[in-house]
């Protein structure tokens, strides 16, 4: 466990893949930090707008950072593309392996101090890594908003199915960035 400047326990877990995950990225022509994607910035846009969330995010989660390569903010201030690998809750999807859903933060102790919820204002998360056969979560696709919010089966299901055709891209070599027809969701 560390703490943060000001004093808050932060719990993300460990992530003993991180080094592994970013070289099978790199073997797949994705680079954790380099220019945002467009295409994902569309996922991400198309993701919030089949949810009603006010932000989405394809995360690609490093060692120590992570980046938006896809992001929409419909509310709130856009923020930075990257942040420590300790913000956020993209982190925790991808070291569990499955779905992430929080209809409120504050819920939840592990996840009410961090610091995204007081600087960016998120109070609920929705998120699903993008997962090999082999068990690897490559990425994470999510759902952010600013207010407590039930996210219910449609929800999850538009995260599972982004996170689901994503990886299908792929791991099909057709670059996502790049696809003949963007994945809808």
């Known amino acids: 466990m560390a703490y943060d400047p000001t004093g808050r326990l932060l719990l993300t877990p460990e992530d003993p893949d991180a080094p592994a995950r970013t070289r099978r990225l790199r ?77 409120d933060v504050a819920d939840y102790p592990r996840f009410a101090g961090n610091p995204v919820v007081d600087e960016a204002g998120v109070r609920s998360y929705c998120g699903a890594p993008l997962l090999e056969a082999s068990g690897t979560a490559l990425a994470a696709v999510a759902v952010a908003d600013l207010v407590p919010r039930a996210w219910g089966r449609h929800g999850v299901a538009a995260v599972k199915a982004a996170a689901a055709e994503l990886t299908g891209l792929l791991l099909a070599g057709r670059a996502p960035w790049q696809p003949p027809h963007p994945p809808e969701v």
């Open 27 to 103: 073997e797949l022509g994705v680079a954790v930090g380099d220019e945002p994607v467009p295409a994902w910035d569309a996922v991400a846009r198309r993701l919030a707008h089949a949810t009603g969330a006010a932000r989405a995010m394809v995360t690609l989660v490093g060692e120590h950072r992570q980046f938006f390569a896809g992001l929409h903010v419909s509310e709130g201030p856009r923020g930075p593309r990257s942040m420590a690998r300790d913000r956020g809750f993209c982190p925790y999807a991808i070291v569990r392996r499955k779905a992430l859903v929080l209809d």
